[in-house]
């Protein structure tokens, strides 16, 4: 059974300061997704990662996947108040299905304090 | 472009009642996911649907049900609720056979609370 978890639960950073999302998966896979999701709302993709060594950034965010490690990390540089949202990490598996069944880790709710 | 529409947005019953949910993808999408989100958990995989069948199905028992429709809407069906149903059930779209850095894409959810 596939099991992700994520690292912290709970992140309470000051603006301006840098810090990483840790997000474990157990089986292999070829598809990493991040989530962004505010109070109240639904899911907000942020990045898809597709293969090993990948990298994407998008504004303060950058995403990275190690497949061999079953490991990918969220970093978040100069955080600003906007950033402050629940973070989810996702893996993508498919068995007969037309699209990936996708697993998700706890979340990460970060709270960014002036 | 119309994103992925999911009816009612609040929904509350009591123990034991069925309940029906509601979901239209994205524009040119033909394959629906449902999730379950218990508070402050990550969502839960139910089921997914493609050409009006379910093709994937996760660990929930068979008083969860679904149905996909020739438009690609789709409907979950809850029976014999119990209170731990309660929880925000989101749909996800996508299409088959899309290229493949394409997320999901989730609509706003519906809230079910079981009384």
């Known amino acids: 059974e596939l099991k992700v978890e994520q690292n912290p639960l709970f992140l309470s950073m000051q603006e301006g300061k840098n810090y990483t999302i840790y997000c474990n998966y157990s089986?292999?896979?070829?598809?990493l997704y991040w989530y962004r999701q505010d109070p109240g709302k639904s899911l907000e993709s942020l990045f898809v990662l597709l293969s090993n060594g990948a990298v994407k950034q998008e504004g303060r965010l950058m995403a990275s996947l190690d497949t061999k490690a079953r490991l990918s990390t969220l970093h978040i540089t100069a955080a600003v108040h906007d950033l402050s949202a629940t973070y989810f990490c996702?893996?993508?598996?498919?068995?007969?299905?037309?699209?990936?069944?996708?697993?998700f880790g706890s979340g990460t709710q970060l709270t960014v304090l002036p | 472009d119309a994103g992925v529409t999911q009816s009612p947005t609040h929904l509350i019953k009591t123990r034991g009642q069925q309940v029906t949910l509601r979901c239209s993808p994205k524009?040119?999408?033909?394959?629906v996911s449902w999730y379950q989100q218990a508070l402050g958990q990550g969502p839960q995989f139910i089921f997914q649907?493609?050409?009006?069948?379910?093709?994937q199905r996760g660990n929930f028992p068979d008083r969860f049900s679904g149905h996909q429709f020739p438009n690609y809407s789709s409907e979950l069906n809850v029976n014999a609720l119990l209170l731990g149903d309660s929880a925000l059930y989101l749909c996800?779209?996508?299409?088959?056979?899309?290229?493949?850095?394409?997320?999901?894409?989730f609509g706003d959810g519906t809230r079910l609370s079981i009384l």
């Open positions: 089986t292999t896979s070829d598809r």
């Open positions: 524009s040119g999408h033909d394959t």
């Open positions: 996800a779209s996508s299409l088959a056979g899309a290229v493949s850095n394409q997320p999901q894409h």
């Open positions: 649907y493609y050409e009006e069948e379910e093709r």
């Open positions: 996702a893996v993508g598996s498919i068995s007969s299905g037309s699209a990936r069944q996708l697993t």
